[in-house]
């Protein structure tokens, strides 16, 4: 009985782990730029004094879905979606050089390049890219090349002042982070800019969970919890009927 109860009791367990993840994915189906979780589950071997005679579930994530996400244009000068296989390079909160595909940005009060979620854009230079205020126009070429019309300046003396440092590392080199940021599974590891990697500019790149299927794996996941549950009274009631048989004996 004890192997079956432990069996439901783990399973059931994995099964919440793995709501929550495609709770997770289902509340980000807005979010430009974000990279649905995998899930999967696996049985393991529980080791421990004794013989190995225990198996327990156990709910991972090996991955991400690196699909593109549909592409809006916003018309907006400060908006950019990565085109095809590639990353924007950015600086996350510990100041480490991290990557995404979130594209929506803004200059803050002192001139410094970040997007929606305050990561500072990182430029081909490896350095936080700085815009010299005040400005009266600001582009983004397709090849991330930044230039920028000083207020009071005539229209032709637009200046390149950095371009947005775009890398295209091999997706199985990266994990997510708890920032939802990617990085290098090398630690400290970075990437050089890639030529090759190309912006479109005036539209943002939107997520790409699949609201229906991960509703889907919900209600999949419920039912599975569902089972579990009925299976460890099953495990009690069976307990129960032997201890009955014991004691009339």
Excluded: C
Aim: cysteine-free; aromatic content about 4%; overall charge negative.
């Amino acid at each position: 009985m004890d192997r079956a109860l432990f069996l439901a009791m783990s399973g059931a367990k994995q099964d919440m782990h793995g709501m929550q993840l495609h709770a997770n994915n289902l509340a980000n189906v807005k979010t430009t730029g974000f990279r649905a979780d995998l899930e999967q589950a696996r049985s393991m071997q529980a080791y421990g004094e004794g013989l190995p005679s225990r198996v327990f579930a156990m709910t991972e994530r090996p991955g991400q879905d690196f699909s593109q996400g549909s592409v809006m244009t916003t018309g907006r000068d400060l908006d950019v979606a990565v085109q095809d296989q590639g990353w924007l390079a950015v600086m996350d909160p510990s100041g480490q050089e991290a990557y995404t595909r979130a594209g929506h940005l803004k200059i803050d009060q002192t001139g410094m390049l970040q997007n929606s979620n305050g990561n500072l854009m990182m430029g081909e230079n490896g350095g936080p890219i700085f815009v010299p205020l005040p400005i009266s126009k600001i582009q983004i070429g397709t090849d991330g090349t930044i230039s920028v019309l000083p207020q009071g300046a005539p229209p032709e003396a637009m200046e390149v002042i950095d371009r947005l440092k775009l890398v295209r590392p091999a997706n199985n080199e990266l994990y997510k982070d708890a920032n939802g940021l990617f990085k290098s599974k090398t630690p400290g590891k970075t990437y050089e800019a890639d030529a090759n990697v190309k912006v479109l500019k005036g539209a943002l790149e939107g997520s790409n969970v699949n609201a229906v299927g991960e509703m889907t794996s919900m209600i999949d996941l419920q039912r599975h919890f569902e089972m579990q549950v009925k299976l460890m009274k099953t495990a009690e009631q069976m307990d129960e009927a032997s201890s009955s048989l014991l004691r009339m004996g």
